[in-house]
């Protein structure tokens, strides 16, 4: 085993809730192209015997249009605070260099991926979530409920199945904002929340 991950996964993106993209190829984003930031906590992980339990790494690409569409141009950021080894890991294994799911479903949907930045990525999950991801990203995700103050669920999308996520918790993620130099800003309030374990 190459690497492995036990992580939580928070994803936004430029469209309102719920994403089309998550339910397959035949649908058509909001705004008729998509932009997508995932923010990868991870619990328990290794990458080639590099220890990244407890390092966060990010990722956003922009699509022409439906994510399953590809051509999308990409970058990876990893948390400031890991070190060159954990760094160059997590550089290799989101941007699907490593195989398993990344190399299977992002790596051919990303056709230009911009070079790896180093910022601070924050996550902090209780009644709401929120995150940001050095001053490029920013994002408070308020889950939706039912009337009984449970989490609001989906599960058996086509997404979910390529990404391996069993069930993913829906959010708004209204004011979510990205703004990296190289790509052109967007706002979304799509928002969604997975629990996953990853090898590659």
């Not at 997508?36 to 699509?63: N, T």
């Not at 601070?120 to 939706?144: F, M, R």
């Amino acid at each position: 085993m190459a690497w492995q991950m036990d992580a939580t996964m928070v994803e936004m993106c430029s469209c309102k809730a719920l994403c089309p993209c998550w339910l397959g190829s035949e649908t058509t984003p909001d705004e008729g192209w998509c932009a997508g930031a995932l923010v990868i906590d991870i619990g328990k992980g290794a990458v080639d015997g590099v220890d990244v339990s407890g390092c966060r790494a990010a990722l956003v690409v922009r699509w022409p249009g439906n994510f399953f569409a590809g051509n999308g141009t990409g970058r990876v950021y990893v948390d400031n605070r890991t070190t060159d080894a954990q760094r160059s890991a997590l550089e290799a294994v989101v941007s699907g260099q490593k195989g398993g799911m990344f190399g299977a479903v992002v790596a051919p949907a990303v056709t230009q991926w911009l070079p790896a930045k180093s910022a601070a990525i924050e996550l902090t999950q209780g009644e709401t979530w929120s995150l940001s991801v050095g001053e490029v990203g920013k994002a408070t995700l308020t889950p939706y409920k039912d009337f009984s103050g449970r989490l609001a669920t989906v599960s058996g999308t086509a997404a979910q199945e390529a990404f391996q996520s069993k069930s993913m918790e829906l959010a708004s993620a209204k004011g979510s904002q990205w703004n990296d130099a190289d790509m052109p800003a967007w706002e979304g309030d799509s928002g969604t929340r997975h629990t996953v374990s990853w090898t590659g």
